[in-house]
Protein backbone atom coordinates (compact mmCIF):
# COMPACT_ATOMS: atom_id res chain seq x y z
CA UNK A 1 0.00 0.00 0.00
CA UNK A 2 1.29 3.47 -0.68
CA UNK A 3 2.75 5.02 2.75
CA UNK A 4 0.86 7.64 3.22
CA UNK A 5 -1.72 5.20 2.91
CA UNK A 6 -0.48 3.05 5.12
CA UNK A 7 -0.18 6.08 7.90
CA UNK A 8 -3.87 6.93 7.73
CA UNK A 9 -5.23 3.44 8.20
CA UNK A 10 -3.59 3.64 11.16
CA UNK A 11 -5.51 6.04 12.62
CA UNK A 12 -9.07 4.69 11.83
CA UNK A 13 -10.76 2.68 14.36
CA UNK A 14 -11.88 -0.61 13.30
CA UNK A 15 -15.92 -0.57 12.33
CA UNK A 16 -15.78 3.47 11.54
CA UNK A 17 -18.26 4.66 8.74
CA UNK A 18 -15.14 6.67 6.58
CA UNK A 19 -15.86 8.71 3.30
CA UNK A 20 -12.62 9.43 1.13
CA UNK A 21 -12.99 12.32 -0.91
CA UNK A 22 -11.18 11.77 -4.03
CA UNK A 23 -10.41 7.92 -3.46
CA UNK A 24 -8.54 6.91 -6.22
CA UNK A 25 -8.42 3.56 -7.38
CA UNK A 26 -9.83 2.85 -3.88
CA UNK A 27 -6.80 1.56 -2.30
CA UNK A 28 -7.38 3.04 1.11
CA UNK A 29 -11.11 2.08 1.38
CA UNK A 30 -10.78 -1.62 0.08
CA UNK A 31 -7.90 -2.09 3.14
CA UNK A 32 -9.94 -0.50 5.64
CA UNK A 33 -13.22 -2.74 4.47
CA UNK A 34 -10.93 -5.76 4.67
CA UNK A 35 -8.78 -5.49 7.49
CA UNK A 36 -10.84 -2.93 9.72
CA UNK A 37 -14.37 -3.78 8.68
CA UNK A 38 -14.65 -0.15 7.88
CA UNK A 39 -18.34 0.76 6.00
CA UNK A 40 -16.52 3.11 3.43
CA UNK A 41 -17.94 5.11 0.46
CA UNK A 42 -15.04 7.22 -1.96
CA UNK A 43 -16.47 10.05 -4.11
CA UNK A 44 -14.69 10.38 -7.39
CA UNK A 45 -14.75 12.59 -10.82
CA UNK A 46 -12.31 10.05 -12.94
CA UNK A 47 -14.45 7.55 -14.94
CA UNK A 48 -10.88 4.97 -14.89
CA UNK A 49 -11.32 5.06 -11.61
CA UNK A 50 -14.58 4.87 -10.72
CA UNK A 51 -14.92 1.43 -12.85
CA UNK A 52 -11.07 -0.02 -11.04
CA UNK A 53 -13.25 1.11 -7.43
CA UNK A 54 -16.51 -1.15 -9.04
CA UNK A 55 -14.34 -3.96 -10.04
CA UNK A 56 -12.77 -3.50 -6.79
CA UNK A 57 -15.78 -3.96 -4.61
CA UNK A 58 -15.37 -0.71 -2.94
CA UNK A 59 -18.61 1.60 -3.05
CA UNK A 60 -17.69 4.89 -5.28
CA UNK A 61 -19.84 7.49 -6.01
CA UNK A 62 -19.36 9.64 -9.10
CA UNK A 63 -19.36 13.10 -7.70
CA UNK A 64 -17.38 16.35 -8.28
CA UNK A 65 -16.61 17.51 -4.73
CA UNK A 66 -15.98 20.99 -5.76
CA UNK A 67 -20.24 21.06 -6.03
CA UNK A 68 -20.58 20.63 -2.37
CA UNK A 69 -21.20 17.90 -0.12
CA UNK A 70 -24.62 19.52 1.25
CA UNK A 71 -26.76 16.35 0.58
CA UNK A 72 -24.32 14.73 3.20
CA UNK A 73 -25.71 14.39 6.73
CA UNK A 74 -23.99 16.38 9.93
CA UNK A 75 -21.72 14.02 12.00
CA UNK A 76 -22.94 11.40 9.81
CA UNK A 77 -19.08 9.85 9.38
CA UNK A 78 -16.58 9.04 11.69
CA UNK A 79 -13.52 9.82 9.39
CA UNK A 80 -13.40 12.05 6.38
CA UNK A 81 -10.39 11.58 4.11
CA UNK A 82 -9.27 13.46 1.40
CA UNK A 83 -5.28 12.86 0.05
CA UNK A 84 -3.80 14.96 -2.50
CA UNK A 85 -6.65 16.84 -3.39
CA UNK A 86 -6.88 20.04 -1.24
CA UNK A 87 -4.65 21.60 -3.38
CA UNK A 88 -7.14 21.18 -6.66
CA UNK A 89 -10.28 22.56 -4.66
CA UNK A 90 -11.89 25.39 -5.78
CA UNK A 91 -11.96 26.56 -2.48
CA UNK A 92 -9.80 24.07 -0.13
CA UNK A 93 -11.32 26.21 3.07
CA UNK A 94 -15.24 25.85 2.59
CA UNK A 95 -13.65 21.95 1.89
CA UNK A 96 -12.10 21.76 4.94
CA UNK A 97 -15.67 22.88 6.73
CA UNK A 98 -17.37 20.92 5.07
CA UNK A 99 -15.67 17.67 5.84
CA UNK A 100 -15.47 18.68 9.61
CA UNK A 101 -19.75 19.46 9.31
CA UNK A 102 -19.86 15.72 8.31
CA UNK A 103 -17.22 14.18 9.86
CA UNK A 104 -16.13 13.58 13.59
CA UNK A 105 -12.36 13.43 12.60
CA UNK A 106 -10.67 14.22 9.20
CA UNK A 107 -7.48 12.90 7.69
CA UNK A 108 -6.10 15.60 5.50
CA UNK A 109 -2.51 14.95 3.10
CA UNK A 110 -1.39 17.46 0.70
CA UNK A 111 2.16 18.73 -1.19
CA UNK A 112 3.85 21.89 0.96
CA UNK A 113 4.62 24.59 -1.25
CA UNK A 114 7.08 25.72 1.51
CA UNK A 115 9.56 22.80 0.46
CA UNK A 116 13.04 24.23 -0.11
CA UNK A 117 13.13 22.57 -3.64
CA UNK A 118 10.29 24.97 -4.49
CA UNK A 119 11.01 27.87 -2.89
CA UNK A 120 14.66 27.43 -4.72
CA UNK A 121 13.23 26.85 -8.13
CA UNK A 122 11.25 29.88 -7.59
CA UNK A 123 13.89 31.47 -5.86
CA UNK A 124 16.48 31.19 -8.04
CA UNK A 125 14.69 30.43 -11.44
CA UNK A 126 12.07 33.07 -10.96
CA UNK A 127 9.70 30.62 -12.30
CA UNK A 128 6.87 28.21 -11.20
CA UNK A 129 8.18 24.90 -9.70
CA UNK A 130 7.86 22.03 -12.30
CA UNK A 131 9.33 18.46 -10.66
CA UNK A 132 9.21 15.06 -11.08
CA UNK A 133 6.37 14.99 -8.21
CA UNK A 134 4.20 18.30 -9.43
CA UNK A 135 4.65 17.60 -13.30
CA UNK A 136 2.44 20.44 -14.47
CA UNK A 137 2.86 24.01 -16.14
CA UNK A 138 1.37 27.13 -13.95
CA UNK A 139 -1.74 26.89 -16.94
CA UNK A 140 -2.20 23.43 -16.85
CA UNK A 141 -2.15 22.02 -13.53
CA UNK A 142 -4.75 21.06 -11.68
CA UNK A 143 -3.45 22.21 -8.50
CA UNK A 144 -4.90 25.77 -8.54
CA UNK A 145 -4.15 26.35 -4.34
CA UNK A 146 -0.91 25.44 -3.24
CA UNK A 147 -0.31 26.38 0.26
CA UNK A 148 2.91 25.91 2.75
CA UNK A 149 2.19 23.86 5.89
CA UNK A 150 2.14 26.86 7.92
CA UNK A 151 -0.65 28.43 5.67
CA UNK A 152 -2.96 25.20 6.81
CA UNK A 153 -2.23 25.64 9.99
CA UNK A 154 -2.93 29.52 9.82
CA UNK A 155 -6.34 28.58 8.55
CA UNK A 156 -6.90 26.01 11.19
CA UNK A 157 -6.35 28.96 13.79
CA UNK A 158 -8.52 31.02 11.94
CA UNK A 159 -11.59 28.46 11.56
CA UNK A 160 -11.00 26.61 15.03
CA UNK A 161 -9.32 23.68 14.19
CA UNK A 162 -7.80 21.65 16.50
CA UNK A 163 -5.03 19.48 14.91
CA UNK A 164 -4.51 15.93 16.60
CA UNK A 165 -1.91 15.08 14.87
CA UNK A 166 0.79 15.68 12.20
CA UNK A 167 2.72 13.81 10.08
CA UNK A 168 5.77 15.37 7.54
CA UNK A 169 7.11 13.14 4.79
CA UNK A 170 9.23 13.37 2.06
CA UNK A 171 8.08 12.57 -1.46
CA UNK A 172 8.31 8.89 -1.44
CA UNK A 173 6.06 9.06 2.37
CA UNK A 174 8.83 8.19 4.49
CA UNK A 175 8.71 9.63 8.03
CA UNK A 176 12.50 10.83 8.31
CA UNK A 177 13.48 11.87 11.78
CA UNK A 178 15.47 15.42 9.90
CA UNK A 179 12.20 16.13 8.38
CA UNK A 180 10.98 17.36 11.83
CA UNK A 181 13.57 19.78 12.39
CA UNK A 182 12.62 22.10 10.39
CA UNK A 183 8.96 20.17 8.52
CA UNK A 184 8.02 23.42 6.57
CA UNK A 185 11.04 23.70 4.53
CA UNK A 186 12.01 20.11 4.09
CA UNK A 187 8.85 18.17 4.28
CA UNK A 188 6.99 17.85 1.07
CA UNK A 189 3.35 16.44 2.45
CA UNK A 190 1.99 16.63 5.17
CA UNK A 191 -0.62 14.66 6.64
CA UNK A 192 -3.06 16.06 9.34
CA UNK A 193 -5.31 14.77 11.56
CA UNK A 194 -8.16 17.51 12.70
CA UNK A 195 -11.09 17.89 14.37
CA UNK A 196 -13.51 20.84 15.52
CA UNK B 1 -28.05 -25.62 -37.57
CA UNK B 2 -25.98 -22.58 -39.01
CA UNK B 3 -26.85 -19.37 -37.24
CA UNK B 4 -27.28 -16.13 -38.90
CA UNK B 5 -26.46 -14.08 -35.87
CA UNK B 6 -23.33 -12.77 -34.07
CA UNK B 7 -21.77 -14.73 -31.64
CA UNK B 8 -22.47 -12.33 -28.82
CA UNK B 9 -25.84 -12.82 -29.46
CA UNK B 10 -28.20 -15.55 -27.53
CA UNK B 11 -29.64 -16.45 -30.51
CA UNK B 12 -33.27 -17.85 -31.22
CA UNK B 13 -35.46 -17.84 -28.56
CA UNK B 14 -38.64 -18.76 -27.03
CA UNK B 15 -40.86 -17.40 -25.29
CA UNK B 16 -42.92 -19.36 -22.59
CA UNK B 17 -46.01 -18.56 -20.46
CA UNK B 18 -46.21 -19.93 -16.88
CA UNK B 19 -49.16 -20.12 -14.47
CA UNK B 20 -50.02 -19.28 -11.49
CA UNK B 21 -52.55 -20.47 -9.28
CA UNK B 22 -52.37 -19.24 -6.26
CA UNK B 23 -54.74 -16.39 -5.96
CA UNK B 24 -52.55 -13.17 -5.87
CA UNK B 25 -53.70 -10.22 -3.59
CA UNK B 26 -52.93 -6.58 -4.87
CA UNK B 27 -52.62 -3.48 -3.62
CA UNK B 28 -56.20 -1.69 -4.70
CA UNK B 29 -57.67 -4.80 -2.46
CA UNK B 30 -58.49 -7.11 -5.09
CA UNK B 31 -57.43 -10.22 -5.73
CA UNK B 32 -56.35 -12.60 -8.90
CA UNK B 33 -56.99 -15.71 -8.81
CA UNK B 34 -54.95 -17.17 -11.78
CA UNK B 35 -52.63 -15.38 -14.05
CA UNK B 36 -49.75 -16.25 -15.91
CA UNK B 37 -46.84 -14.63 -16.57
CA UNK B 38 -44.89 -14.85 -20.33
CA UNK B 39 -41.21 -15.43 -19.46
CA UNK B 40 -37.56 -15.56 -21.51
CA UNK B 41 -34.96 -17.19 -20.07
CA UNK B 42 -31.12 -17.11 -21.84
CA UNK B 43 -28.26 -18.92 -20.40
CA UNK B 44 -28.15 -22.04 -17.59
CA UNK B 45 -29.76 -22.03 -14.23
CA UNK B 46 -26.53 -23.55 -12.18
CA UNK B 47 -26.85 -26.71 -10.05
CA UNK B 48 -27.04 -24.55 -6.97
CA UNK B 49 -29.82 -22.01 -8.87
CA UNK B 50 -27.18 -19.19 -7.56
CA UNK B 51 -26.42 -17.68 -11.02
CA UNK B 52 -29.96 -16.20 -11.44
CA UNK B 53 -30.82 -12.72 -12.95
CA UNK B 54 -33.93 -10.75 -13.28
CA UNK B 55 -34.37 -8.06 -15.86
CA UNK B 56 -37.00 -5.71 -14.81
CA UNK B 57 -38.94 -3.93 -18.13
CA UNK B 58 -39.67 -0.57 -18.34
CA UNK B 59 -42.84 0.96 -19.40
CA UNK B 60 -43.18 -0.49 -22.87
CA UNK B 61 -41.08 -3.15 -22.27
CA UNK B 62 -41.09 -6.92 -22.22
CA UNK B 63 -40.01 -10.51 -21.38
CA UNK B 64 -38.18 -10.53 -25.04
CA UNK B 65 -35.31 -8.89 -23.98
CA UNK B 66 -32.32 -10.27 -26.15
CA UNK B 67 -31.89 -12.93 -29.01
CA UNK B 68 -34.64 -13.33 -32.09
CA UNK B 69 -37.84 -14.82 -32.34
CA UNK B 70 -37.06 -15.45 -35.74
CA UNK B 71 -33.99 -15.49 -39.07
CA UNK B 72 -36.72 -12.93 -39.92
CA UNK B 73 -36.42 -10.30 -37.18
CA UNK B 74 -35.38 -7.04 -37.83
CA UNK B 75 -34.43 -6.37 -34.53
CA UNK B 76 -33.28 -8.84 -31.56
CA UNK B 77 -34.86 -7.75 -27.58
CA UNK B 78 -35.06 -4.68 -26.40
CA UNK B 79 -31.89 -4.79 -24.51
CA UNK B 80 -29.85 -6.90 -26.25
CA UNK B 81 -26.53 -4.81 -26.20
CA UNK B 82 -26.45 -5.78 -22.54
CA UNK B 83 -27.84 -9.33 -22.71
CA UNK B 84 -25.58 -12.34 -24.45
CA UNK B 85 -22.51 -14.21 -24.22
CA UNK B 86 -19.40 -12.37 -23.64
CA UNK B 87 -22.04 -9.05 -22.52
CA UNK B 88 -22.12 -7.58 -19.78
CA UNK B 89 -24.71 -9.43 -18.90
CA UNK B 90 -23.10 -12.72 -19.74
CA UNK B 91 -25.03 -15.56 -20.69
CA UNK B 92 -21.93 -17.36 -20.30
CA UNK B 93 -22.18 -17.10 -16.31
CA UNK B 94 -25.60 -15.81 -15.86
CA UNK B 95 -29.43 -17.69 -16.03
CA UNK B 96 -31.26 -14.15 -17.15
CA UNK B 97 -34.84 -14.35 -17.12
CA UNK B 98 -37.00 -11.66 -18.54
CA UNK B 99 -40.91 -11.19 -18.24
CA UNK B 100 -43.76 -9.49 -19.09
CA UNK B 101 -45.27 -7.68 -16.47
CA UNK B 102 -48.37 -8.48 -14.91
CA UNK B 103 -50.84 -6.37 -16.85
CA UNK B 104 -48.80 -5.94 -19.88
CA UNK B 105 -50.23 -6.80 -23.38
CA UNK B 106 -47.39 -9.27 -24.87
CA UNK B 107 -48.45 -12.30 -23.13
CA UNK B 108 -48.73 -12.11 -19.66
CA UNK B 109 -52.58 -11.26 -17.94
CA UNK B 110 -53.38 -8.48 -18.91
CA UNK B 111 -56.41 -6.18 -20.10
CA UNK B 112 -56.48 -7.70 -23.32
CA UNK B 113 -56.75 -11.25 -21.63
CA UNK B 114 -60.43 -13.12 -20.85
CA UNK B 115 -62.06 -12.37 -17.40
CA UNK B 116 -62.53 -15.57 -16.42
CA UNK B 117 -65.51 -14.35 -14.96
CA UNK B 118 -67.22 -12.72 -18.29
CA UNK B 119 -64.83 -14.73 -20.66
CA UNK B 120 -64.72 -11.27 -22.12
CA UNK B 121 -61.51 -9.46 -22.34
CA UNK B 122 -61.08 -7.54 -19.03
CA UNK B 123 -60.59 -4.14 -20.70
CA UNK B 124 -60.90 -1.41 -17.97
CA UNK B 125 -61.74 -4.22 -15.57
CA UNK B 126 -58.37 -5.53 -15.09
CA UNK B 127 -57.17 -4.30 -11.83
CA UNK B 128 -54.71 -1.09 -11.70
CA UNK B 129 -51.74 -3.30 -10.27
CA UNK B 130 -48.50 -1.76 -8.80
CA UNK B 131 -45.02 -1.75 -8.52
CA UNK B 132 -45.00 -3.61 -5.29
CA UNK B 133 -47.74 -5.98 -6.50
CA UNK B 134 -45.54 -6.89 -9.74
CA UNK B 135 -42.60 -7.68 -7.43
CA UNK B 136 -44.95 -9.92 -5.37
CA UNK B 137 -45.63 -11.01 -8.55
CA UNK B 138 -42.41 -12.13 -9.77
CA UNK B 139 -41.26 -13.64 -6.54
CA UNK B 140 -44.04 -16.30 -7.22
CA UNK B 141 -42.03 -16.85 -10.50
CA UNK B 142 -39.17 -17.22 -8.49
CA UNK B 143 -40.70 -19.96 -6.74
CA UNK B 144 -41.39 -21.33 -10.00
CA UNK B 145 -38.29 -21.33 -11.02
CA UNK B 146 -36.46 -22.55 -8.46
CA UNK B 147 -34.22 -19.39 -7.49
CA UNK B 148 -34.17 -18.51 -3.62
CA UNK B 149 -32.46 -15.69 -4.30
CA UNK B 150 -31.05 -13.52 -7.47
CA UNK B 151 -27.21 -13.11 -8.00
CA UNK B 152 -28.79 -9.53 -9.32
CA UNK B 153 -32.40 -7.92 -9.86
CA UNK B 154 -31.62 -5.11 -12.98
CA UNK B 155 -33.65 -2.78 -14.33
CA UNK B 156 -34.17 0.75 -16.54
CA UNK B 157 -36.45 3.25 -15.70
CA UNK B 158 -39.74 1.64 -14.46
CA UNK B 159 -37.75 -0.85 -14.09
CA UNK B 160 -35.47 0.33 -11.87
CA UNK B 161 -37.85 0.71 -9.42
CA UNK B 162 -38.88 -2.56 -9.33
CA UNK B 163 -35.45 -3.66 -8.63
CA UNK B 164 -35.71 -1.07 -5.85
CA UNK B 165 -38.63 -2.10 -4.39
CA UNK B 166 -37.50 -6.24 -4.69
CA UNK B 167 -34.81 -4.52 -2.06
CA UNK B 168 -37.01 -3.46 0.00
CA UNK B 169 -39.96 -6.03 -0.68
CA UNK B 170 -37.61 -9.03 -0.52
CA UNK B 171 -33.94 -8.00 0.83
CA UNK B 172 -33.01 -11.62 1.84
CA UNK B 173 -33.86 -12.71 -2.16
CA UNK B 174 -31.46 -10.71 -4.01
CA UNK B 175 -27.29 -10.12 -3.99
CA UNK B 176 -26.99 -7.25 -6.17
CA UNK B 177 -29.82 -4.50 -7.33
CA UNK B 178 -29.11 -2.25 -10.28
CA UNK B 179 -31.54 0.71 -10.53
CA UNK B 180 -30.70 2.84 -13.99
CA UNK B 181 -32.28 5.89 -14.77
CA UNK B 182 -35.53 5.47 -12.15
CA UNK B 183 -36.59 7.51 -9.12
CA UNK B 184 -37.59 7.23 -5.93
CA UNK B 185 -40.73 8.31 -6.96
CA UNK B 186 -42.42 10.68 -9.81
CA UNK B 187 -42.46 14.50 -9.85
CA UNK B 188 -45.47 16.50 -10.84
CA UNK B 189 -43.88 17.17 -14.02
CA UNK B 190 -43.00 13.30 -14.41
CA UNK B 191 -47.25 12.84 -13.10
CA UNK B 192 -48.60 15.92 -15.85
CA UNK B 193 -46.87 13.80 -18.69
CA UNK B 194 -48.18 10.57 -18.07
CA UNK B 195 -51.79 12.03 -17.47
CA UNK B 196 -51.77 13.77 -20.54
CA UNK B 197 -50.61 10.22 -22.77
CA UNK B 198 -53.67 8.88 -20.52
CA UNK B 199 -56.35 11.68 -21.34
CA UNK B 200 -55.15 11.31 -25.22
CA UNK B 201 -56.13 7.63 -24.81
CA UNK B 202 -59.07 8.41 -23.46
CA UNK B 203 -60.65 10.83 -24.96
CA UNK B 204 -59.79 8.98 -28.38
CA UNK B 205 -63.70 8.24 -29.55
CA UNK B 206 -62.67 4.76 -30.71
CA UNK B 207 -61.62 3.96 -27.03
CA UNK B 208 -65.32 3.36 -26.27
CA UNK B 209 -64.47 3.80 -22.53
CA UNK B 210 -61.87 0.64 -22.43
CA UNK B 211 -64.20 -1.68 -24.10
CA UNK B 212 -62.88 -1.27 -27.40
CA UNK B 213 -61.97 -4.68 -28.12
CA UNK B 214 -65.74 -5.51 -28.32
CA UNK B 215 -66.14 -2.73 -30.64
CA UNK B 216 -62.73 -4.45 -32.69
CA UNK B 217 -61.59 -1.28 -32.85
CA UNK B 218 -58.38 0.56 -31.19
CA UNK B 219 -57.84 4.05 -29.67
CA UNK B 220 -55.14 4.46 -32.24
CA UNK B 221 -55.15 8.19 -32.58
CA UNK B 222 -55.08 8.40 -28.96
CA UNK B 223 -52.23 5.73 -28.28
CA UNK B 224 -50.25 7.39 -31.09
CA UNK B 225 -50.62 10.85 -29.21
CA UNK B 226 -49.47 9.62 -25.82
CA UNK B 227 -46.58 7.68 -27.53
CA UNK B 228 -45.71 11.31 -29.09
CA UNK B 229 -46.03 12.79 -26.15
CA UNK B 230 -43.87 9.92 -24.13
CA UNK B 231 -40.70 9.75 -26.76
CA UNK B 232 -40.46 13.64 -26.70
CA UNK B 233 -39.43 13.32 -23.18
CA UNK B 234 -37.15 10.50 -23.53
CA UNK B 235 -35.00 12.18 -25.93
CA UNK B 236 -33.06 15.71 -25.31
CA UNK B 237 -33.05 18.71 -26.47
CA UNK B 238 -29.60 18.20 -27.70
CA UNK B 239 -30.21 14.59 -29.21
CA UNK B 240 -32.84 15.88 -31.29
CA UNK B 241 -31.54 18.45 -32.29
CA UNK B 242 -28.25 16.67 -33.34
CA UNK B 243 -30.79 13.76 -34.85
CA UNK B 244 -33.21 16.03 -36.92
CA UNK B 245 -31.95 19.69 -36.51
CA UNK B 246 -34.63 21.65 -38.70
CA UNK B 247 -34.34 19.31 -41.54
CA UNK B 248 -37.32 19.78 -43.66
CA UNK B 249 -38.72 16.99 -46.25
CA UNK B 250 -38.62 19.36 -49.08
CA UNK B 251 -36.99 22.27 -50.13
CA UNK B 252 -39.87 24.73 -49.62
CA UNK B 253 -42.52 25.45 -47.59
CA UNK B 254 -45.44 23.98 -47.91
CA UNK B 255 -47.68 26.37 -45.99
CA UNK B 256 -49.76 23.55 -44.88
CA UNK B 257 -49.94 21.55 -41.84
CA UNK B 258 -48.50 18.56 -43.26
CA UNK B 259 -45.43 17.04 -41.62
CA UNK B 260 -43.00 19.27 -43.30
CA UNK B 261 -39.87 18.88 -40.49
CA UNK B 262 -38.31 15.70 -40.08
CA UNK B 263 -38.82 15.44 -36.50
CA UNK B 264 -42.38 15.78 -36.95
CA UNK B 265 -42.90 12.41 -39.47
CA UNK B 266 -40.26 10.96 -36.81
CA UNK B 267 -42.67 11.36 -34.40
CA UNK B 268 -45.66 10.35 -36.44
CA UNK B 269 -44.16 7.11 -37.98
CA UNK B 270 -43.03 6.13 -34.06
CA UNK B 271 -46.54 6.87 -32.84
CA UNK B 272 -48.01 5.19 -35.76
CA UNK B 273 -45.88 2.00 -35.23
CA UNK B 274 -46.48 1.95 -31.29
CA UNK B 275 -49.79 2.58 -31.86
CA UNK B 276 -50.60 -1.41 -33.56
CA UNK B 277 -48.01 -2.56 -31.10
CA UNK B 278 -49.27 -1.92 -27.61
CA UNK B 279 -52.39 -2.03 -26.11
CA UNK B 280 -54.29 0.95 -24.43
CA UNK B 281 -55.83 -0.39 -21.33
CA UNK B 282 -52.15 -1.67 -20.46
CA UNK B 283 -50.18 1.84 -21.26
CA UNK B 284 -53.17 3.77 -19.04
CA UNK B 285 -52.02 0.92 -16.36
CA UNK B 286 -48.41 1.38 -16.64
CA UNK B 287 -48.45 5.18 -16.28
CA UNK B 288 -50.26 4.66 -13.23
CA UNK B 289 -47.74 2.29 -11.63
CA UNK B 290 -45.46 4.97 -12.68
CA UNK B 291 -47.32 7.16 -11.13
CA UNK B 292 -48.31 5.51 -7.70
CA UNK B 293 -44.55 4.68 -7.18
CA UNK B 294 -43.36 5.93 -3.84
CA UNK B 295 -41.42 3.33 -1.34
CA UNK B 296 -40.87 5.65 0.53
CA UNK B 297 -44.66 6.30 1.55
CA UNK B 298 -44.65 3.75 3.77
CA UNK B 299 -41.71 4.83 5.89
CA UNK B 300 -42.60 8.17 6.81
CA UNK B 301 -41.91 9.21 3.65
CA UNK B 302 -38.34 8.57 4.52
CA UNK B 303 -36.17 7.15 1.41
CA UNK B 304 -33.36 6.13 3.96
CA UNK B 305 -36.07 4.13 6.45
CA UNK B 306 -37.66 2.77 3.35
CA UNK B 307 -33.94 1.33 2.48
CA UNK B 308 -32.50 0.64 6.07
CA UNK B 309 -33.51 -3.36 5.88
CA UNK B 310 -32.39 -3.77 2.71
CA UNK B 311 -29.18 -6.42 2.41
CA UNK B 312 -27.99 -6.08 -1.10
CA UNK B 313 -25.49 -4.26 -2.85
CA UNK B 314 -26.47 -1.46 -4.93
CA UNK B 315 -25.36 0.14 -8.29
CA UNK B 316 -27.20 3.09 -9.25
CA UNK B 317 -26.68 4.40 -13.00
CA UNK B 318 -27.97 7.93 -14.39
CA UNK B 319 -27.46 10.04 -17.61
CA UNK B 320 -26.56 13.67 -17.50
CA UNK B 321 -29.02 14.81 -20.41
CA UNK B 322 -32.20 12.72 -18.54
CA UNK B 323 -35.01 14.79 -17.76
CA UNK B 324 -37.27 12.71 -17.48
CA UNK B 325 -35.58 11.14 -14.27
CA UNK B 326 -32.66 13.30 -14.02
CA UNK B 327 -29.35 12.57 -12.32
CA UNK B 328 -30.59 14.39 -9.42
CA UNK B 329 -33.38 11.83 -8.78
CA UNK B 330 -30.82 8.72 -9.02
CA UNK B 331 -29.13 11.00 -6.46
CA UNK B 332 -31.33 11.37 -4.00
CA UNK B 333 -31.68 7.45 -4.33
CA UNK B 334 -27.68 6.93 -3.68
CA UNK B 335 -27.72 9.90 -0.68
CA UNK B 336 -30.91 8.06 0.79
CA UNK B 337 -28.43 4.44 0.17
CA UNK B 338 -25.95 6.15 1.63
CA UNK B 339 -27.51 7.72 4.80
CA UNK B 340 -29.02 3.85 5.68
CA UNK B 341 -25.56 2.76 5.62
CA UNK B 342 -25.81 0.31 2.42
CA UNK B 343 -23.30 -0.32 0.30
CA UNK B 344 -24.15 1.36 -3.23
CA UNK B 345 -21.82 2.89 -6.17
CA UNK B 346 -23.36 5.46 -8.16
CA UNK B 347 -22.30 6.24 -12.14
CA UNK B 348 -23.33 9.60 -13.48
CA UNK B 349 -22.83 8.40 -17.31
CA UNK B 350 -22.04 11.45 -20.11
CA UNK B 351 -24.76 10.93 -22.82
CA UNK B 352 -26.58 13.18 -25.60
CA UNK B 353 -29.24 10.63 -25.77
CA UNK B 354 -31.72 11.37 -22.66
CA UNK B 355 -33.74 9.15 -21.07
CA UNK B 356 -33.28 6.88 -23.59
CA UNK B 357 -29.50 6.63 -23.19
CA UNK B 358 -30.28 3.86 -20.89
CA UNK B 359 -30.95 1.79 -23.71
CA UNK B 360 -28.17 2.52 -26.01
CA UNK B 361 -24.86 1.28 -25.11
CA UNK B 362 -22.48 3.70 -25.03
CA UNK B 363 -18.86 3.01 -23.93
CA UNK B 364 -18.97 4.04 -20.88
CA UNK B 365 -22.07 3.08 -19.68
CA UNK B 366 -21.19 -0.69 -21.09
CA UNK B 367 -17.79 -0.61 -19.57
CA UNK B 368 -19.66 0.16 -15.93
CA UNK B 369 -22.17 -2.88 -16.50
CA UNK B 370 -19.36 -4.43 -16.95
CA UNK B 371 -17.67 -3.77 -14.21
CA UNK B 372 -20.38 -4.56 -11.81
CA UNK B 373 -21.63 -7.47 -13.54
CA UNK B 374 -17.69 -9.06 -12.97
CA UNK B 375 -18.57 -8.11 -8.73
CA UNK B 376 -21.99 -9.75 -8.60
CA UNK B 377 -20.59 -13.14 -10.69
CA UNK B 378 -17.68 -13.30 -7.90
CA UNK B 379 -20.91 -12.92 -5.15
CA UNK B 380 -22.01 -16.54 -6.49
CA UNK B 381 -21.24 -18.81 -3.92
CA UNK B 382 -19.04 -21.68 -4.85
CA UNK B 383 -21.06 -24.16 -5.89
CA UNK B 384 -22.13 -26.66 -2.52
CA UNK B 385 -20.87 -30.30 -3.51
CA UNK B 386 -24.28 -31.73 -2.96
CA UNK B 387 -25.81 -29.67 -5.08
CA UNK B 388 -24.34 -31.24 -8.05
Known sequence: ?196 | MPTPFPDDSVGLVEPSLVRFDQPLQLACGRTLDAFELAIETYGTLNADHSNAILICHALSGNHHVAGYHSTEDRKPGWWDSAVGPGKPIDTNRFFVVGLNNLGGCHGSTGPNSPNPETGKPYGPDFPIVTVPDWVESQARLADHLGIRQWAAVIGGSLGGMQALQWAIDHPERLRHCMVIAAAPKLTAQNIAFNEVARQAISRDPQFHAGHYYEQETIPKTGLMLARMVGHITYLSDGGMHEKFGREMRSDALNFDYSPQFEVESYLQYQGERFSTAFDANTYLLMTRALDYFDPAAAFGHSLADALAGTRCGFMVISFTTDWRFSPARSREIVDALVDAGKPVSYAEIDSQQGHDAFLIPSPRYMEVLHAYMRRVAADIPPESPDAR
Open chain 1, 1 to 196: MRADLDIIQAWIEPGSRVLDLGCGEGELLSYLSRHKQVEGYGLEYNHDNITACIMAGVNVIEKDIDEGLASIRDNSFDVVVMTQALQVMHRPDIIVDEMLRIGRECIVTFPNFGHWRARGYLGFRGQMPVSKFLPYTWYNTPNIHFCTFKDFERLCIERNIHIRERTVVDHLHRDRWWLRLWPNMLGEIAIYRITR
